[in-house]
Nanobody
Framework: QVQLVESGGGLVQTGGSLRISCVAR????????MGWFRQAPGKEREFVAA????????HYAESVKGRFTISRDNAKSTVYLQMNSLKPEDTAVYHC?????????????????WGQGTQVTVSS
């Protein structure tokens, strides 16, 4: 059974930085793409960033490009999201996701494995 556990969320001021993490258990971590999504109150869940199984390829939403960096440590079965220059509109619950299948690019849907999320709040 795949389990994803996020951590590192919190309250930060506008312009600040935060790094959130997600530890994955249950499958060979290095074999699968990983991603981050976020959902703000009253809004649809939206894609934030993705990273290929070996870390060689990344992809970002336009809204976070240049501010956020996704990375992974396969030895620790962990994916990270470094968030800089945070804005109030970045406030959301951030969920990590593990691709059910292999290959790039990933096609994210409900059949993938999702974590419960970690709250990030950016104060103005």
């Amino acid at each position: 059974q795949v389990q994803l556990v996020e951590s590192g969320g919190g309250l930060v001021q506008t312009g600040g930085s935060l790094r959130i993490s997600c530890v994955a258990r249950g499958r060979t971590f290095s074999g699968f793409n990983m991603g981050w999504f976020r959902q703000a109150p009253g809004k649809e869940r939206e894609f934030v960033a993705a990273i290929s199984w070996n870390g060689g390829t990344t992809h970002y939403a336009e809204s976070v490009k240049g501010r956020f960096t996704i990375s992974r440590d396969n030895a620790k079965s962990t994916v990270y999201l470094q968030m800089n220059s945070l804005k109030p509109e970045d406030t959301a619950v951030y969920h990590c996701v593990q691709d059910r299948f292999t290959g790039w690019p990933p096609v994210w849907d409900e059949s993938d494995y999702w974590g419960q999320g970690t709250q990030v709040t950016v104060s103005s």
